[in-house]
């Protein structure tokens, strides 16, 4: 279940849904080929960024003393934060490429449409609550692999369900993600409990 809420989570904060039309609008006018190129160049920075910021968020946490208390409620509170940006996020509300045929190169895609600075301090926060490095992986793997699904077929999925049908997904996974938030807050009581009432 550990591997499943945390790539679901991460799923949600990389929200393919909510940037596939700031996507699309970035690579327009460029040739279809070309833009695959693109986007597996970008996603590929994007994991390792993420990846890199997976293993220096532990080091970090032990150097300053920060405690799991403090931590689950850190990272319940920005999943928090996030979900209620996606859920008043305006219609419309998308990064446009005025050239039209100008290459993206880390910036926009990689950073901050993916890896994004949310996303790279919960995948820190969650680095360091989860005891097995291989789960935390794999979850990072599974959310990416996912992303990266729906961003190659974007165009189909645009026209299949519109710009509604996005809007009304996108708003569905900001109301998934504040249960998550809520859940990780109650967890860090319960924690606080347990640490400052010991039995």
Known sequence: MALFSIAFSLFLLMDPLGNMQSFLNTIAGLKPARQKIILMREMLIALFVILCFNFLGEYIFELLKISHITVYFASGTILFLVAIKILFRENGNHIENKKGTEEPFLVPIAIPMIASPALLATV???????????????????????????????????????????TACEKLMGMILILLSVQRILQGVILFHADAFPK
Do not use: H, N
């Not at 190659?152 to 026209?159: L, Y």
């Open 124 to 166: 820190m926060l969650y680095a360091d609550t989860e005891p097995s490095i291989w789960t935390m992986l794999s979850a990072i793997l599974v959310a990416w692999l996912a992303t990266c699904i729906l961003l190659f077929t974007s165009k189909q999925i645009v026209r299949i369900i519109g710009t509604s049908g996005l």
